[in-house]
């Protein structure tokens, strides 16, 4: 190899190196420079991702967020605002990949397909996968669908769950796609489909906030287990060290508990609903012990 075939591979290697050096950091690089983190908020998944009165996006997710923007302040000394980015379902993981969302703050679930593009902090709910009927509708299972219209959010994790029990088994029900959990809802109500699949807080929610929840009803057949968290880039550790270090500190020092409370057991905005939902078993086992990695 002579002294200038060395070079030119010297030359590719130090090229390499550097690029992907500039994509490791682009998130926390463009954060700094700009001063604005990117939060993608849903506007109707209460209690997680919701719009207030004023239109403000608000919820458990959104202020655990905050806590998280808190921390990158101090973490990147310097002042930092916020810019919130609606996302869907259907649009939230592109949003994160293509770097116009740095913290996606709704109700995703972290599964291993999902951890293969994206990052996710420890799971800061766990939630089940439930049917949402109207009362007296002697639905009590998927597998009294037979036939029948389930509606479901597009891009959800609930979609994947219905259309896998309906193939397993045989159902012969067919799926209505809603662009967001409101026309889901809004979907059953109109009596256009006799089941609304989704994680059972909410549906839970929905149910609360419907003026009329003695016409609906959850679901006791648990469908699935649902690790909920905040989805960010996997191509930055620098700001996975950041929003690992606050997520944890919330967990050990007992802040999540107290976010917990505001938003499950408490009234909340803007028709002060209190969904008396005490933290499960299995969300307060994982707080003893928090970590991204999960099985599924």
């Known amino acids: 190899m002579n002294a200038l075939t060395r070079a030119g591979g010297l030359l590719f ?15 926390t690089d463009r954060i700094s420079r700009s001063g604005v983190v990117a939060i993608g908020y849903r506007d109707s998944s209460p209690p997680f991702s919701y719009l207030d009165e004023d239109r403000r996006p608000i919820g458990y997710s959104i202020e655990i967020c905050h806590r998280i923007v808190d921390a ?31 913290l996606e703050c709704g109700t995703t679930t972290s599964t291993a397909e999902r951890r293969q593009k994206v990052a996710f902090t420890v799971p800061t709910y766990i939630a089940t996968t439930a049917l949402l009927v109207r009362s007296g509708s002697g639905i009590g299972s998927i597998g009294d669908l037979g036939g029948k219209t389930v509606v479901t ?11 896998d029990a309906n193939e397993r088994r045989l159902l012969r029900a ?18 256009k489909a006799d089941a609304f699949i989704m994680d059972d807080v909410l549906l839970y929610s929905l149910r609360a906030a419907s003026g009329t929840p003695e016409r609906f009803e959850v679901t006791r057949d648990k469908l699935n287990i649902e690790p909920l968290a905040i989805m960010f880039s996997k191509e930055d550790p620098a700001l996975k060290r950041i929003i690992d270090q606050e997520v944890s500190r919330l967990v050990v020092e007992g802040e ?41």
């Open 72 to 102: 990158m302040r101090q973490s990147l000394k310097r002042p930092l605002d916020i810019r919130y980015v609606p996302v869907t379902s259907a649009t939230r993981m592109e949003a994160v990949i293509r770097g116009e969302v740095d």
């Open 13 to 27: 290697l130090l090229s390499a190196t550097t690029t992907q050096v500039a994509a490791v950091d682009v998130a």
């Open 174 to 191: 067919s799926l209505v796609e809603a662009k967001d959990h409101a026309e889901s809802f809004s979907v059953l109500q109109a009596g």
């Open 153 to 163: 959010t597009r891009g959800a994790t609930a979609e994947k769950i219905f259309r």
């Open 256 to 296: 999540i508990q107290k976010i917990y409370r505001r938003w499950f057991e408490s009234p909340i905005p803007p028709k002060n609903v209190n969904l008396s939902l005490p933290m499960s078993y299995l969300l307060r086992d994982s707080f003893k012990a928090p970590t991204d990695w999960l099985p599924n």
